[in-house]
C-alpha cells in the first residue's frame, strides 16, 4: 500500500507537523510512505523521503521540489510532457493545528473525493475548538471539569477558585497554555492567549490530578491502545511536546485496574463512534475519585501516537480498508425539467 503523508500547513504547530511527519518515516516499515508538504503560504510540494530532514524544510530547501496541484483526479505535478499523476492509495493527514485540524484538509479531500485518513468535517470542527468539545463530551454523558469561556471582547471576571489553567481555544500543543496562581498572573495569561486566539478556556488547576491518555480507531472492530500515564509534571509545555511528537518507541501500560480501564475505554467509544469513524484520535482524560473527566480530544495526535500501539503500521492499514463512504446523490434535473414541461418549452 502506498500512503501519502500531509503535514506541514498554516499554523502555529507548523514544525510539530514536520517532526511527526519525520517520525512516521522511522514508523512504517512495509508500506510505501510518500510525503506532501504544505507551506505557510499552502502550497503543495511532493518531497522525496530522503529529503526527509528538519533542516530541509527550515532552509526553504523544499521549494526546489515539485510543485503540486490539486483537482478532482488528485494530486499531479507538471512535466515537459504534460501533467503527471501523485499516485497514492490512501492520504494521511498529518497537519497539526490549523489546516489539518480545523476541516481545510477534510474538506479538500471530501470535495474531490480522495481517500483519507483523518477527522472527517463535523469531527474535525468540534474537537478544534475546546469550547464545543465540551458541549459535546457532555451531550454524549461524558463528564469534564468545571470550565468558563471568556473572549476577548469580555470582562475578566474570574468565576473559578485559582490556582486555574488557561488554554487558548483552538490551539494545542500546550502553545499559548498558562497555570496561575495568583490574580496578578491571571491578566499577563490572558493576554498571552488572547495574542493566539480571540477565546479561551478556564479550568481549575488541580495539583498532582491523575491522568491519562487513550487512542483508537475502529475498523472492522475496536482498535483500542494501551492507556499512557504521562509525565508526572504540572504540564506538558511547548518544548516537551516537541520532542514528545517524536517518539517511535511503545510506552508502558499504565498500572491501572480492569475497572477503571473499562471505563476509559466506555468514555472513548463514546466519544468516537460514529463522529470520528476514519480517524486515529487520541483522549486524555483526568481521573477524580475514580470518575472519569474528558480533558482534551487530540484529533491527530503527535505522530498519530505510535508509540501507544503494538502494531501501529498494520492498523493504519486496516483502517485504510475501513474508511467511511460519502454517500452519493443522483442529479437527474427532474424538478427543472418538470417546469420547463409545465411551462410547455420541454
Known sequence: MTIAVLFGGSSYEHEISIVSAITMKKVF????????????????????????KSKYFASGEYTKAKKLSLDSK??????????????????????????????????????????????????????YNKLYTKHFARELGVMTLEYQHLHKNDKRELRLELPVIVKPSRLGSSIGVSIVKTQEALDYALDVAFELDSDVIIEPFVEGIKEYNLAGTKTDRWELSLVEEPQKEAFLDFDKKYMDFARDTQVLQASIDESLKAKLHES??????????????????????????????????????????????A????????????????????????????????
Open 29 to 52: 516499515k512495509h508500506n510505501q510512505l510518500k510525503f506532501i508538504f504544505v507551506d505557510s503560504n499552502r502550497a503543495f510540494y511532493a518531497i522525496d523521503s530522503n529529503n526527509m
Open 74 to 127: 488528485g494530486f499531479s505535478f507538471s512535466t515537459f510532457l504534460g501533467s503527471k499523476t501523485f499516485d497514492c492509495d490512501v492520504f494521511l493527514n498529518l497537519i497539526h493545528g490549523r489546516d489539518g485540524e480545523d476541516a481545510k484538509i477534510a474538506s479538500l479531500m471530501e470535495f474531490y473525493g480522495l481517500p483519507y485518513i483523518s477527522p472527517r468535517i463535523e469531527a474535525s470542527v468540534m474537537s
Open 268 to 313: 472513548f467509544k463514546r466519544i468516537y463512534d460514529p463522529l470520528f469513524l476514519g480517524s486515529i484520535i487520541r483522549c486524555d482524560f483526568f481521573v477524580v475519585d475514580d470518575n472519569v473527566y474528558l480533558n482534551e480530544i487530540n484529533p491527530i495526535p503527535g505522530s498519530m501516537g505510535n508509540y501507544l500501539f503494538d502494531d501501529f503500521e
Open 315 to 346: 492498523m493504519v492499514e486496516r483502517l485504510a480498508h475501513h474508511l467511511p463512504q460519502e454517500k452519493p446523490i443522483a442529479i437527474s434535473y427532474q424538478y427543472i425539467h418538470s417546469i420547463q414541461q409545465a411551462k410547455g418549452k420541454a
